[in-house]
């Protein structure tokens, strides 16, 4: 009878099994994409799914592996930071959306993550951008200090794309040198017109860079004609950003989150001026995402592409998954390593 039991058992429990498997076939593992799945416990009030395929644990909340949180809050949190709140208030917005209050540095660490991969996805491409270029510079505080960098860039004036930035603690003809040459090397081309204000660094940094390839004429703010008053407006909407920042923390930090900020500004946000364009779409460049959520959806890390379902050979083990069943495991032989003993006497050394 006991024997009788234990199959009885054992056959009720494949059967919830074999249920459960039946039940989440519309799911896929995250790590290989198989459908072979059970229900694993869970954590809190998210279920937890064990692949019979890898062996690995996953949530059933549109995560993407080695991450917590789905992308679309993910997503929604760089959108909002980008558009002006402050890391406090990212986590206001996703508690009243999503009933999920990440910490500040959560989205801190969301943020240099997938600016960087956007930064690298728009360096790939080249705009082509006209002929007259814009530059200026505006001040800024880093770190909270009294004594403020300055934030120089540079716009197509025919398209509104943000060719080069450049901060620095100064205003001298290098520094707009630097700034000229980036832009250049970003645009792939010379200008014929450059147009600035009266800092008198932009006239030998004009003309170191492109010679007499470009004419540089300098002008007012609200002059007719070709001026600065777009590029002012847009310091108006950086100025904007850098307050509800509260400062940055140390130059490389700003210039991270600024160049995360001049990708939102190119190729996510719309502009009226370019009748509901995006600088990039007007300059010919098309990016394989169009907002902060694709650029967390098509996540790459170094193993290769992580889409949901995607498959893959090889991923690294996350650390908030439960180890895989004991068949996939491999045990490492415990090896003892001998020493040899020596003996010492005092005055005479070690005897051999």
Same mark, same amino acid.
């Given at each position: ?55 690995? #644990? ?16 993910? /997503? ?82 025919? #398209? ?123 300059? /010919? ?18 193993? /290769? ?22 068949? #996939? ?24």
């Amino acid at each position: 009878m006991a024997d009788k039991d234990s199959i009885r058992k054992e056959l009720r429990s494949w059967m919830r099994k074999f249920m459960d498997m039946a039940k989440n076939s519309d799911l896929v593992c995250q790590w290989c994409g198989s459908h072979r799945l059970v229900k694993y416990g869970r954590s809190k009030t998210k279920q937890i799914y064990l692949c019979r395929s890898c062996g690995r #644990t996953f949530t059933d909340n549109a995560a993407m592996p080695l991450m917590r949180t789905p992308s679309i809050e993910i /997503g929604a949190a760089l959108s909002a930071y980008y558009r002006g709140l402050s890391l406090k208030q990212v986590g206001q917005h996703l508690e009243q959306q999503y009933s999920h209050t990440p910490s500040k540095s959560t989205v801190y660490r969301w943020l240099v993550r997938y600016t960087k991969k956007a930064l690298d996805e728009a360096q790939k491409h080249t705009p082509k951008v006209g002929d007259v270029w814009v530059a200026d510079e505006t001040a800024i505080k880093i770190g909270g200090k009294k004594r403020g960098y300055w934030f120089w860039d540079i716009i197509d004036s025919k #398209t509104r794309f943000l060719l080069a930035s450049h901060i620095s603690a100064t205003r001298t003809t290098k520094d707009a040198q630097i700034l000229m040459e980036e832009a250049a090397r970003r645009a792939g081309k010379s200008p014929l017109l450059v147009f600035t204000d009266h800092l008198a660094a932009y006239l030998d940094g004009v003309e170191l860079t492109f010679g007499a390839d470009a004419r540089h004429i300098q002008t007012k703010p609200f002059k007719l004609g070709i001026n600065t008053n777009f590029i002012e407006r847009f310091h108006g909407s950086l100025k904007d950003r850098t307050k509800v920042m509260r400062g940055l923390a140390n130059p490389k930090t700003a210039k991270l989150i600024l160049d995360g900020w001049l990708v939102h500004y190119n190729f996510f946000r719309p502009h009226e001026s370019l009748k509901g364009m995006t600088p990039a779409q007007k300059a /010919g460049i098309q990016l394989p995402f169009t907002d902060w959520l694709d650029v967390v959806r098509k996540d790459v890390t170094s193993e /290769g592409t992580t889409e949901v379902g995607a498959s893959l050979e090889v991923a690294p083990m996350p650390h908030r998954c439960r180890s895989p069943s004991t068949a #996939t495991r491999i045990k490492k032989p415990k090896t003892k390593v001998r020493t040899r003993r020596r003996s010492v006497t005092p005055g005479i050394g070690v005897l051999k």
